[in-house]
């Protein structure tokens, strides 16, 4: 009887399990934002005020705005229950994308990989598309039934294909406009702060923040708009 021998194998990349490659740079910065979504809620409710004030009000406010923007991309029947989702991918690619604006995450050294805005990594964005794509597909769904899916042979059969090609593209466009415009940002800001570290990148960085702002907005708006769409009974 052969008995045969277990083998371990060394990991030479430590981001490597497997045939897996885990981005444990992302996965930091990644938990900074969480760390800080979760934190600013916290302190901000811990002493509530029948008249908000101070960090309170700010929240407040700002749910208000995420509620507002979900009831005009839905309407008014539909939009309550995906105020908790629209306002968690608004509120995690804002800080993330701020993060990258106000944080030279490049300039701290790794030994393998480099720090950077969660929203800097395709696949945080590819992920986040494709959450948007589960919840427009379960909209849809859930609001229509089997005959949502009339909305493809609608006006006529012979655009099936681009119907079908067009749900495929949105998550695509989510996830390469977010993608490519945060890139573009910490690279400029990366590259001006190791060339003139004091004055000259500040100008950079506030618009920086005004185009992070932008870009969280638009990714929020459009997916509301998808989910939207796909809970009316016409395409």
Same mark, same amino acid.
């Given at each position: 009887m052969?008995i045969?021998?277990?083998?371990?194998f060394?990991?030479?990349?430590? /981001?490597?399990?497997?045939?897996?490659e =885990?981005?444990?740079?992302?996965l930091i910065t990644?938990?900074?934002?969480?760390a800080?979504l979760?934190?600013?809620?916290?302190v901000?409710?811990?002493?509530?005020?029948?008249?908000?004030?101070g960090?309170?009000?700010?929240?407040?406010?700002?749910?208000?705005?995420?509620?507002?923007l979900?009831?005009?991309?839905?309407?008014?029947?539909?939009?309550?229950?995906w105020?908790?989702f629209?306002?968690?991918?608004?509120?995690?690619?804002f800080?993330?994308?701020?993060?990258?604006?106000?944080?030279?995450?490049?300039?701290i050294q790794?030994?393998?990989?480099?720090?950077?805005a969660?929203?800097?990594d395709?696949n945080t964005? =590819? *992920?986040?598309?494709?959450?948007?794509?589960v919840?427009?597909?379960?909209?849809g769904?859930h609001?229509?039934?089997?005959?949502y899916?009339?909305?493809y042979?609608?006006?006529?059969?012979?655009?099936?294909? !681009?119907? !079908?090609?067009e749900?495929?593209t949105?998550?695509?466009?989510l996830?390469f406009r977010?993608f490519?415009? !945060?890139? *573009?940002?910490?690279?400029? =800001?990366?590259v001006l702060?190791?060339?003139?570290p004091l !004055?000259?990148? =500040?100008?950079?960085?506030?618009?920086?923040l005004f185009?992070? *702002?932008?870009q969280?907005?638009?990714?929020?708006?459009?997916?509301? *708009?998808y989910?939207?769409?796909?809970?009316e009974? /016409? /395409?």
């Open positions: 052969q045969e021998q277990l083998q371990i060394e990991i030479d990349n430590p /981001h490597q399990v497997s045939s897996v =885990v981005h444990a740079q992302v990644s938990w900074v934002v969480i800080l979760i934190a600013l809620p916290v901000a409710t811990k002493n509530l005020q029948t008249i908000p004030t960090l309170q009000n700010f929240i407040e406010y700002v749910l208000e705005f995420i509620r507002d979900t009831r005009t991309q839905m309407g008014e029947e539909e939009y309550r229950p105020v908790p629209i306002g968690t991918m608004f509120l995690s690619i800080v993330s994308n701020w993060s990258g604006a106000l944080l030279p995450w490049r300039v790794l030994p393998h990989g480099e720090l950077a969660p929203t800097n395709i964005t =590819v *992920a986040l598309a494709l959450l948007t794509s919840a427009y597909f379960y909209a769904l609001k229509r039934g089997f005959s899916f009339g909305k042979i609608q006006p006529t059969p012979v655009l099936l294909p !681009i119907n !079908i090609l749900d495929f949105k998550p695509l466009s996830s977010l490519g415009n !945060i890139l *573009a940002d910490e690279l400029v =800001v990366a702060v190791s060339l003139v !004055i000259v990148p =500040v100008p950079m960085m506030l618009l920086g185009t992070s *702002a932008i969280a907005l638009i990714s929020a708006t459009l997916a509301a *708009a989910i939207g769409e796909s809970m009974g /016409h /395409h």
